[in-house]
């Protein structure tokens, strides 16, 4: 018996039994295969439609009611008592001044930290430190934020204001650009850092010019994210800056917000107020998405 016959002879005797049974077992984990990739991509699809169903059920919602609370005194009037005709001035500078200022403060920390546990501190007990303290703020309620700072500012200097509230935004956004940079610069190969420092230029240089500049989308994408989140937040203000139905910009004061004057109205029993609570909440919705927008468009054209 030739070689190529003993080769294709299974044990039974039957030549063709094992390439046959070869061929079924294949045909078999084929099918079970593609049963299993429709099954997944069954529920993936239904997990996005739901996930799409809710969200633009949401906006929708948002929407209807809140253009029905839309007009001129609403941008230009303060907050008056119901019936009067009241508007949203007041909260809408002071959400402004409040977020504006956390971010400016909060951002450079976070860029930052981020930088450090990323570039210095890989594999290190301090960074591993560092990182455990940043996920557990990341994740804390903003409501124990509000009550520390409300604690170590609020008590001790006689009474609330803007810049306790300022604070407590800052606290809140800085671990959300900690984990963004720190992700950002991680994905940057190492091949790009040894290129840079090998031309003789300082690590510091290399991070400023390369690092910050090759992750500069993933970086200002976390910006953003921590700017929408530190725009709706109420239970840290309510701590903090308080609120103020009156037209103040002084940050040693309580200062309004629209968050709060959001929660302050949505549950009380008169109409005007709750159409300017719904009104409010498009206004945020509409900001933080206009603002991703443009700086999404920005990138897009510098890159």
Same mark, same amino acid.
């Given at each position: 018996? /030739?070689?190529?016959?003993?080769?294709?002879?299974?044990?039974?005797?039957?030549?063709?039994?094992?390439?046959?049974?070869?061929?079924?077992?294949?045909?078999?984990?084929?099918?079970?295969?593609?049963?299993?990739?429709?099954?997944?991509?069954? &529920?993936?699809?239904?997990?996005?439609?739901?996930?799409?169903?809710?969200?633009?059920? *949401?906006?929708?919602?948002? *929407?209807?009611?809140?253009? @029905?609370?839309?007009?001129?005194?609403?941008?230009?009037?303060?907050?008056?008592?119901?019936?009067?005709?009241?508007?949203?001035?007041?909260?809408?500078?002071? /959400?402004?001044?409040? %977020?504006?200022?956390?971010?400016?403060?909060?951002?450079?920390?976070?860029?930052? %930290? @981020?930088?450090? =546990?990323?570039?210095?501190?890989?594999?290190?007990?301090?960074? &591993?430190?560092?990182?455990?303290?940043?996920?557990?703020?990341?994740?804390?309620?903003?409501?124990?934020?509000?009550?520390?700072?409300?604690?170590?500012?609020?008590?001790?200097?006689?009474? &609330? /204001?803007?810049?306790?509230?300022?604070?407590?935004?800052?606290?809140?956004?800085?671990?959300? %650009?900690?984990?963004?940079?720190?992700?950002?610069?991680?994905?940057?190969?190492?091949? =790009?850092?040894?290129?840079?420092?090998?031309?003789?230029?300082?690590?510091?240089?290399?991070?400023?010019?390369?690092?910050?500049?090759?992750?500069?989308?993933?970086?200002?994408?976390?910006?953003?994210?921590?700017?929408?989140?530190?725009?709706?937040?109420?239970?840290?203000?309510? &701590?903090?800056?308080?609120?103020?139905?009156?037209?103040? %910009?002084?940050?040693?004061?309580?200062?309004?917000?629209?968050?709060?004057?959001?929660?302050?109205?949505? @549950?009380?029993?008169?109409?005007?107020?709750?159409?300017?609570?719904?009104?409010?909440?498009?206004?945020?919705?509409?900001?933080?998405?206009?603002?991703?927008?443009?700086?999404?468009?920005?990138?897009?054209?510098?890159?």
């Amino acid at each position: 018996m /030739s070689a190529s016959t003993l080769s294709a002879t299974s044990p039974s005797g039957n030549p063709a039994s094992g390439p046959r049974k070869d061929a079924a077992v294949a045909r078999a984990l084929g099918r079970r295969r593609r049963v299993a990739d429709l099954v997944v991509r069954g &529920f993936c699809v239904v997990a996005t439609l739901l996930g799409l169903f809710f969200l633009v059920s *949401i906006l929708l919602t948002l *929407i209807a009611r809140g253009l @029905g609370g839309l007009s001129l005194s609403t941008f230009t009037s303060v907050t008056r008592p119901p019936g009067s005709g009241g508007g949203l001035l007041n909260p809408i500078i002071g /959400s402004l001044i409040q %977020v504006i200022l956390a971010t400016v403060v909060g951002t450079p920390i976070g860029l930052l %930290v @981020g930088t450090y =546990l990323s570039e210095y501190a890989r594999g290190s007990r301090l960074g &591993f430190a560092v990182r455990f303290v940043s996920d557990v703020l990341l994740s804390a309620p903003s409501i124990l934020i509000g009550l520390f700072v409300y604690q170590l500012l609020v008590l001790p200097f006689g009474g &609330f /204001s803007g810049w306790a509230g300022v604070a407590a935004l800052a606290i809140i956004i800085i671990p959300v %650009v900690v984990r963004t940079t720190e992700d950002m610069l991680t994905l940057l190969p190492d091949t =790009l850092r040894e290129a840079v420092i090998g031309l003789g230029a300082p690590k510091w240089k290399m991070i400023v010019l390369v690092g910050w500049r090759a992750a500069a989308s993933g970086i200002i994408t976390g910006v953003l994210l921590g700017i929408a989140r530190i725009a709706g937040e109420t239970a840290p203000l309510l &701590f903090t800056s308080l609120g103020n139905l009156n037209w103040s %910009v002084d940050l040693a004061r309580p200062m309004a917000s629209l968050p709060i004057t959001i929660y302050a109205y949505a @549950g009380s029993p008169y109409e005007d107020w709750v159409a300017l609570a719904w009104a409010g909440a498009l206004i945020i919705t509409v900001g933080v998405l206009g603002l991703n927008l443009i700086a999404r468009f920005a990138l897009r054209r510098k890159a």
